[in-house]
């Protein structure tokens, strides 16, 4: 049984950082795909940085330049950096994985709110 639990959110002023943490527990294969994604009210879920097992990373264009994906996959763990933040970024942020064995599969945590006042 493969469970994601994310931390690290909170209300943080415009300018500042967070930074997020996703723990990965259960039997995980060493090719997988971790990433962020978020959702702010009334919006659809989307695309916040991803990062390959092998260290490619991939990101939303809002976030560029700005924030950070890493990974520990000895620790199973993810972490996005968020510098600079802006009111915009206020979101539930969710961590998911995805791996494929005999097919595709996702995984999702349960969410961290990230709310950013100006």
């Known amino acids: 049984q493969v469970q994601l639990v994310e931390s690290g959110g909170g209300l943080v002023q415009a300018g500042g950082s967070l930074r997020l943490s996703c723990a990965a527990s259960?039997?995980?294969?060493?090719?997988?795909?971790m990433g962020w994604y978020r959702q702010a009210p009334g919006n659809q879920r989307e695309l916040v940085a991803a990062?390959?097992?092998?260290?490619?990373?991939n990101y939303g264009d809002s976030v560029k330049g700005r924030f950070t994906i890493s990974r520990d996959n000895a620790k199973k763990m993810v972490y996005l950096q968020m510098n600079s933040l802006k009111p915009e970024d206020t979101a539930v942020y969710y961590c998911?994985?995805?791996?494929?064995?005999?097919?595709?599969?996702?995984?999702w945590g349960q969410g961290t709110q990230v709310t950013v006042s100006s």
């Open positions: 990062i390959t097992s092998g260290g490619n990373t």
């Open positions: 998911k994985l995805r791996v494929w064995v005999r097919g595709q599969y996702d995984y």
């Open positions: 259960g039997s995980i294969p060493s090719i997988n795909v």
